[in-house]
């Protein structure tokens, strides 16, 4: 009785889908009537047909040889003209990231910094406690981009009547440049007379996205900082994540332990293989906010903080000195001047009237 019923539903289901899509029933296959009788899409042959035709035509134009003239310039800057058959130099270059809509995004970061949250469960209250004024932070905020992480060193001091608290008075953004997973930094630590009364109290960095844990990338980044720097404390050294929530911000502070030190140490891949993560590899720490006291940036003295947008230029090996300054927006035309020479060699004035004084 029930493989009756079953073979009249698909019948009636086979019958239903032919008059609606003007299709024989007997030609289907087996996989089309399976599909048909799962609920999936099909799409009707005379559609299959259409989009067939459709592509064919496409590649007959594609085929054709057209010839462009195009000018260009050499590298001794003489003018030339090129005629090109191919599909060499006929196609403008265009960007795969959507960077013009996280700039526009990016303009309404400073109201996130009216709602900044502090992660506050699970804290080992009995270790040190920082504190991070507010006007740094925010202009951290206000510089950063929703998807790319930005980072930047803490330097501080505690008060002289509370050796476990300590101040952040001094966050210093080297050249950098980053995904939505982690930042690259030069190996060299900054140097400066500002920060020789100061010391490292770890690194601070933003994320597109609240993680229920410190990223395996960021134990193995500061494994590495702690082993390559003497004057880095492990048990002074936190990592503070800055995660962009809906309309908000969420602060979290980590500190290694000992074991999270040797894994970082000697993890290979922590992004793609994080093997033997475990979350008793770091803790959580207490971080406060203040505007009792009031903290300034340092970038590099020469060139950009951010080399997002000339990342060929940036090295792990690099130099750099650093100066006193409030660090530029992320999308500031300072850190992308490559953007504009397609502007300016697009409006450039040809055949324009010279007046030769030498005549």
Not at 81 to 86: D, I, L, M
Not at 95 to 122: F, G, Q
Request: glycine content about 4%; some cysteine; charged content about 20%.
């Amino acid at each position: 009785m029930c493989t009756q019923v079953e073979v009249s539903l698909k019948n009636l289901i086979l019958a239903d889908y032919g008059k609606k899509n003007n299709v024989n029933v007997a030609s289907l296959t087996q996989s089309e009537i399976r599909d048909i009788i799962l609920g999936a899409e099909i799409t009707p042959p005379s559609q299959q047909r259409e989009e067939r035709a459709k592509i064919e035509e496409n590649a007959k134009e594609d085929s054709q040889m057209v010839a462009v003239t195009s000018r260009a310039t050499n590298k001794h800057g003489d003018s030339m003209f090129v005629t090109t058959t191919s599909q060499y130099e006929q196609k403008t270059f265009s960007s795969k990231t959507d960077w013009r809509v996280r700039a526009i995004s990016a303009t309404n970061l400073h109201l996130r910094t009216n709602h900044i949250y502090v992660s506050s469960d699970d804290v080992d209250e009995s270790g040190l406690t920082y504190v991070m004024p507010k006007n740094v932070l925010k202009r951290f905020i206000m510089i950063s981009d929703l998807r790319t992480q930005i980072a930047a060193y803490m330097y501080g001091v505690s008060p002289p009547d509370n050796s476990q608290v300590k101040e952040i008075r001094c966050l210093v953004l080297p050249p950098q440049w980053g995904t939505h997973q982690q930042v690259t930094l030069p190996h060299e630590l900054p140097e400066h007379h500002y920060l020789k009364d100061l010391e490292p109290l770890g690194w601070i960095h933003t994320q597109p996205n609240e993680l229920p844990q410190l990223a395996p990338q960021d134990v193995a980044a500061t494994s590495k900082i702690l082993s390559d720097n003497p004057t880095w404390d492990i048990k002074k050294s936190i990592i503070l994540t800055c995660s962009f929530t809906p309309g908000s911000c969420s602060l979290t502070a980590y500190k290694l332990t000992t074991p999270g030190m040797e894994w970082g140490r000697t993890c290979k891949d922590p992004i793609q293989n994080p093997t033997g993560y475990m979350p008793t590899h770091y803790r959580k720490v207490q971080m406060l906010l203040s505007d009792r006291f009031m903290g300034f940036f340092m970038t590099p003295d020469t060139g950009s903080w951010n080399f997002n947008f000339m990342g060929m230029k940036h090295s792990v090996t690099m130099k750099y000195g650093l100066k006193l300054e409030i660090p530029k927006e992320f999308y500031h035309e300072h850190h992308r001047s490559s953007h504009f020479l397609k502007f300016s060699s697009e409006h450039q004035s040809e055949g324009a009237d010279r007046e030769d004084f030498f005549e």
